[in-house]
């Protein structure tokens, strides 16, 4: 399994990580000076902390969320995938997969599926283009792929998708009285 999917220890966070973290997942950035004034916390404290983020992993980039219909991907497809690990084993399948023009997402499962990929493609013709790549890949045995018509959530901020009530269960062990 790669690194970045191995279980990480928990990281103590006090009240001001926390509302940090949840701002950044909100808005995708914060104007410390607000935050800073909101909190009653230095810049340089939140400064300090979101570079600690980062060190540790629990932010990773700038990534702009962009429309994939405004840019002419207009079908979401989501693969089911069955795999045969007599050749290539499951994570060089799952590479190979990954590396295909129009896939977004890669998961190894368990249950009655190898992998579930999420795809995002200009058309029909793009669609089935990436189709037959997939069953042409090495280890692929069978797949069925499905065309959502209709999306009524497809969110990859992490906090949001949360209501307080679960934050506090999720969060409420590992926050501690802010030292600020």
């Known amino acids: 399994m790669n690194a970045n999917n191995q279980s ?26 607000e935050l800073s004034e ?72 368990l249950g009655e599926m190898s992998f579930y990929v999420l795809s995002r493609v200009r058309d029909h013709e793009h669609l089935q283009k990436l189709m037959e790549e997939i069953i042409q890949t090495e280890g692929v045995d069978n797949s069925t792929t499905n065309i959502v018509l209709r999306t009524f959530k497809d969110e990859d901020r992490l906090l949001v998708n949360y209501d307080d009530e679960d934050l506090e269960r999720i969060f409420g062990d590992q926050r501690q009285p802010a030292n600020d």
Request: hydrophobic fraction near 40%; glycine fraction near 8%; proline fraction near 3%.
């Open 38 to 109: 909101e909190l009653d916390v230095s810049t340089s404290t939140i400064y300090y902390r979101m570079e600690n983020y980062r060190e540790k992993d629990i932010v990773k980039g700038e990534i702009a969320q962009l429309d994939p219909q405004k840019l002419g991907l207009e079908l979401t497809a989501i693969t089911e995938i069955n795999a045969d690990y007599d050749g290539p084993g499951y994570e060089e399948v799952a590479e190979k997969i990954a590396g295909l023009s129009g896939v977004q997402r890669v998961f190894f499962m």
């Open 8 to 33: 990480m220890p928990k990281v103590a966070l006090d009240e001001v990580d926390f509302q940090i973290l949840r701002r950044l997942d909100e808005n995708g950035d914060i104007d410390v000076d």
